[in-house]
Structure formats: C-alpha cells, structure tokens
C-alpha cells in the first residue's frame, strides 16, 4: 500500500472518529441541558406547589343570607383549595375557572363591597397579608389580564350571589374595592356555598348582635371541640449533639470542620464559620437561629420571589418536621415588607396540629428574613410531640367549648389590664362601660393550641380560645375560660 | 316596604306598651336581641339577655296564633295595622322554656331558635326567686317576615364586555 493512501485512510479514520465524538458530545451537553430544564422547571412546580399549600386565607366568611353567618378556620383546607379535580368545588378552582374568561375591572366604593358581601348569599377569603396581584395570579394560576394593572394587592377575595358574574377583591393597604366582572355566571360558587351550609358548620353572629355594641367582629354561638392538652418537648435540646451537628451540618455544608463551636455559660451552643460571617446559635429553649452576613448583589426580589427563596431555604435547613420527626403544617402568618430598612421581606409562619392554629406565648414558629435573593436571618422554634399520642386523644368524644361570648364578660378585667399594660387604652375613669369600651374593640376570636410559658403550665400544649385586640392575642382555656397569657407583636 | 315596617313597628310597640302595664322588668335582666318590636327576615332567631345580677331567668318562645275562619293560625301581620288587641292572641310555646343561671355580675344567655315560619313571636323572660317562682317578667314582641320582594342593585349594572372595552380602548387611547 502507497504512503498516500495510507494517509488518506488515517484522515477517514481522524474525520469519523471526529464525528461521532461531535454526536457523543453533543449528546452529553443537550442531554444535560434538556434535562436540567425539566429539573429546573420541576423545582420550580415544587417550590410554587410548597408555597400555594402556605399561601392561606386566615379565614373564609360565609354568609347565608338573612344575618346567617359561618366562619371557616383555614384549617378546612377543602372549601380553599383541593386535590384539583373537575368534579370538586372550591375557591382556588373556581377563581381559576373565572380567570379564563375575558374579564372588565371597576373600581367599587368600601360601602358597596360590604352591601354585596351582605346581599343574599357570598363567600370571602380573607388574608392576614396582602398579596401583589401578579403573585396571586401566578402562584393561583389564574391567568393575568391587562385589565387587572389597576389592582396592586389582594387582601380579600370574594363572590355574591348579588353578581353571579362577578368576584370582588378588597386591597386593604390602599383601601380600595374592586369588583370583576365577566361575561358569564360562575354558579358553581353558589354550590360552595350550599355544599357548607350542608356541612354544618358553626352559625356566626357580629358581637353587636350577643352584647349590643358596635363591633361587627363575627363570633360562633358555641363551639364543640376535640382539642386536648398534650405533652411536648422542644425541638432539641443542648446535650443532643449528634442531631444538633447534623442539623449544623445543613448550614454550613463542607466548611463544616472549620467551624468554631462556643459554648456559653448558660449552655446556648454557638457555632461560627469566619469572623461571624454565618452563625448559628442552638438557644437553651430548644430554638435555632441562623445569621448570615449580607453580600449585596443588587437582585431585587418580588415578595414572590423572595418567599420561593424563604421557603426552599426552611425545606433544606430542617423542614417543617421537629428534628425528631413530629409533623407540623404550616401556614405564611405574616409578611414584612422591608423590616429592618434594609430592603427585603420578613416572613412569620405558624404551624397547624391536625387542622389547628398553633399560637406562641413568645416568638413564632419560624422567622425567615430574605434580602437581595439570600437568607440573612433565619429562626425556627419548632416543638416535638407524639403525633400518635394526639391522634388518639383527638380521636375521643367532642365536648363544649366555653361560650365565647360570656368568656369576654366574665375575663374583660383581665382584658382590660393586658391592655392598659399595653397602652392600646387609657385608664378609664368610666368603670360601669369598661365592658363595653373592651367589647367594642375585639378583632377576632377563634380556637386553637397554645405553647404557653412553661413554667407555668407543665410542658403542655394547651387548647385555647383566642381574643385578638390589635396585635395582641389573649389565651384562655378553652373549656374553663382561665387565662393564661397573652402575646404582643 | 319602608310603609311596612313602620307600620308594624307602630303595631308591635302598641302590643308591649299593654304589656309593661301588668309586668314589671327586673332592671338587672336586659333582652339585647332581638331589640325591641324587630322585624326579622329569617328562619331563625337569636336571643341574647345581659343578666348583671346574680340570679336565675327562664326564657320562654311563644308563636302567637290568632282565631281566623274557625282554627287558630299564625298572626297576619298585615292585619296587626288594623288595630288587632294582643288580648284575642293564643301564645304557643316555640320551645320549652329554657332556665339560665347567673353567677358573677355579667353574663350572657344565647340561643338560636331555629325552623320559625313567618308570624308573631313573643319572647318571655321571667327572674325567679329562690322557689323558683317568677318575681318579674318582662315580654317583647318579634315580626318574622319572608324576603319577597327583589332587593334593589347595589351597583351599577355593568355595560356589557364588548361596550365596555371599547369604552376603555378609547379612554385609553384618548385619555378621560
């Protein structure tokens, strides 16, 4: 064989090989690349999935008609939202389904929004927050129009039979109402409303209705209730070491052997990457906090995009479980926006044990503070329990709770001096209407558990009736109508 | 409707103004709802009494019925203008007569009576003494009445969809 040749040959060999190491490595690149959008858009389907199941009315107001009331606890997560299919009806699903119709917006007077609210028969969603239109749209899927720009927040959505075409949303913090309006009826959120009204819930009455005073605060006739007290741990404690190191571990990742641990003289345990540039501190009270030095980076979030980067920092960084495993749901309780003037939100979560309120004497269940696309604070003060061990007592008969309207007259003194203390009121030289006066300015009241001081009540979660005036939340036992304690934001 | 509603309010303060002439109200026992001659428009009504004493009440419900054609059947409120004397009425009780006991300075009795057609009611509430005999008394009239006639819109009725977004495409083209 010529030289020539042989070469020429070698070039074939060269070119082939050349070519399918161009296919091999196109396929690794794309392969990747293709799969890496499916991950990135599965993660973000389980971000927005983790923060609809957090996103959650405070409350659902369902008026019956002729001055009949129910209120459902965000507990009821069925009449909100639900597994989605056709054939169920709820909020979620119906706003979507009224999403899709071409829709006009116009701006209503606070006046009408509470005539149509009150007209026949309605549902109401209201938030404790307010929600940018768009985030609401997004997380809720329903589909945005340009119609809707004059919206800014959502505080509350709702729907009157009064406009069977229409849902209204109330923005609480510009004070505005608005009713939407499309070219069809959605009656099947008249069948949401007959569908509760079947379930029995508890009938609801303004207080002005018992104690004839101005206050428009709605309140059950009674309750019946299977809450009952239990044991509970914190969610760890010092000693702890091999848990506590691998929830450290979480935080600080491969730096890990790098990290100081100090350890107080009260037995707070501090562990510190550098010069304080993260830090987390196990607190004898069983809480974390974590803290990390803001780099800013000039990424400007939306309240949306900041809550995504919240809540998959809480899934990666502990979860919503105590560290001993006791499950917990939880729900957004709060958002601040810009709480420290250093630009931001603050998110509050609570958690729900079985569909009830978990309410702390102190602090929160976890406080997340998100900044320019990072993490720079970071508490959470979970508790441990026996999961099995509620289950069973839950499981028991339902007794009565205490009436809540003769627990405001029988603790208004008590009420009174938290709220002098306070300095929500003045002292009253008007004894005979201090009643009164304290009645008039109830916000809310409702069932759930308390995690009050423990030294006071035996490490025990208690059930309890809530009184919220202003910011601050009033505990009292829930059969007995002892207090118990309060909290003050 | 207005017309309706003083009328029956005239005719319901006439029937307790013959009542406070034969009961005396204990002072410390006070009906907050239904207030005084309320006309409601439900099927159910609540009952709530501010009790500042301690002290035991009984609270009774009657229907008040009528003679009319032979039987005695539910009051027709449009005849209670006509000058009708609550003394021809029959009171029947709604539900048993419930008792309620006080114990501090303040407390509430509440009830929601429930399946009421339309009518006249009267609520009852009765202080006793340690025997458990009415010492006061005191009597308030309630006129249930159907919803019947259309309530008047509260909004505007919106234009239709396509009027109305012309109306905004050239708003927002040519400003207001």
């Known amino acids: 064989m010529s030289k020539p040749i042989v070469i020429e040959k070698i070039k074939n060999l060269a070119i082939v090989v050349l070519f399918i190491s161009t296919v091999l490595l196109l396929y690794f690149f794309w392969g990747n690349s293709i799969n890496g959008n499916i991950n990135n858009q599965n993660d973000q389907n389980d971000a927005n999935d983790r923060i609809v199941e957090v996103i959650k009315p405070e409350r659902l107001v369902v008026y019956f008609g002729s001055d009949n009331y129910t209120v459902i606890p965000d507990g009821d997560t069925n009449i909100w939202k639900n597994s989605g299919s056709e054939k169920d009806i709820n909020m979620v699903g119906e706003l979507k389904r009224f999403g899709q119709s071409d829709i006009l917006v116009k701006e209503i007077t606070d006046k009408e929004y509470q005539e149509v609210m009150k007209y026949d028969k309605s549902i109401c969603a209201e938030f404790a927050y307010d929600i940018p239109l768009t985030d609401f749209c997004s997380h809720f899927g329903i589909k945005k129009q340009q119609s809707y720009d004059a919206i800014e927040d959502v505080t509350e959505v709702g729907y009157s039979t009064a406009y069977a075409e229409s849902i209204f949303i109330r923005d609480k913090k510009n004070h505005k109402y608005y009713q939407l309006y499309s070219d069809k009826d959605h009656t099947r959120f008249k069948k949401l409303i007959s569908t509760i009204k079947t379930k029995g819930y508890s009938p609801y009455y303004p207080l002005s209705t018992y104690l004839g005073v101005e206050n428009d605060t709605l309140v059950p006739l009674s309750v019946e209730s299977n809450m009952r007290s239990f044991s509970y741990q914190q969610d760890a404690y010092v000693h702890q070491t091999e848990e506590i190191n691998k929830f450290a571990k979480s935080f600080f990742g491969k730096n890990f052997d790098f990290i100081r641990k100090i350890t107080e003289n009260d037995g707070t345990v501090i562990y510190m990457y550098g010069y304080g540039q993260r830090v987390l501190i196990v607190n004898t009270d069983g809480s974390f906090e974590y803290k990390q030095e803001q780099i800013s980076n000039g990424t400007e979030q939306s309240m949306s995009e900041a809550l995504i980067t919240a809540v998959n920092f809480i899934q990666g960084h502990g979860s919503w479980e105590s560290l001993s495993r006791a499950s917990m749901t939880p729900y957004l309780k709060n958002v601040i926006a810009d709480p420290d003037k250093k630009g931001g939100y603050r998110f509050v979560f609570g958690t729900e044990i079985n569909g009830s309120r978990l309410f702390y004497e102190q602090g929160n269940a976890v406080v997340i503070d998100v900044s320019d696309g990072q993490v720079s604070y970071y508490k959470r003060n979970l508790i441990s329990f026996d999961q099995d061990e509620v289950n069973s007592l839950e499981a028991a008969s339902y007794d009565s709770a205490f009436s809540p309207v003769n627990l405001i007259a029988q603790n208004y003194g008590y009420i009174y001096d938290i709220l002098l203390k306070e300095g929500i009121v003045k002292e009253s030289a008007d004894q005979p209407y201090i009643f009164e006066d304290i009645a008039k300015l109830i916000t809310n009241m409702q069932t759930g558990y308390i995690k009050a001081e423990s030294k006071k009540n035996d490490d025990r979660i208690k059930p309890v009736w809530v009184v919220s005036i202003s910011n601050i939340d009033i505990f009292f036992d829930l059969y007995k109508a002892e207090p118990i304690g309060y909290s003050a934001e | ?176």
Not at chain 2, 3 to 14: D, E, G, H, N, R
Not at chain 2, 161 to 176: C, D, H, V
């Open chain 2, 1 to 176: 409707m207005r017309k309706l509603i003083i009328v029956l309010t005239v005719a319901l303060s006439l029937l307790c103004s013959t009542v406070f002439a034969f009961a005396s109200a204990d002072p410390a026992v006070v009906l907050v709802n239904p207030v005084s001659n309320a006309v409601v428009y439900s099927n159910n009504l609540l009952i709530s009494v501010k009790v500042t004493q301690p002290k035991t009440i009984r609270v009774h419900v009657y229907t008040e019925k009528q003679w009319v054609n032979g039987k005695w059947s539910a009051v027709n409120l449009d005849n209670l203008s006509r000058g009708v004397s609550s003394e021809s009425f029959k009171s029947d009780p709604v539900i048993p007569a419930v008792k309620f006991t006080c114990k501090n300075n303040l407390s509430f009795f509440t009830k929601q009576v429930n399946g009421l057609s339309p009518g006249l009611y009267k609520i009852k509430i009765e202080t006793l003494n340690s025997s458990g005999n009415p010492i006061h008394a005191m009597e308030r009239f309630v006129a249930i009445k159907e919803k019947t006639e259309d309530q008047a819109k509260i909004l505007n009725t919106p234009q239709s969809g396509t009027m109305q977004f012309l109306q905004n495409l050239l708003k927002s083209i040519f400003g207001n």
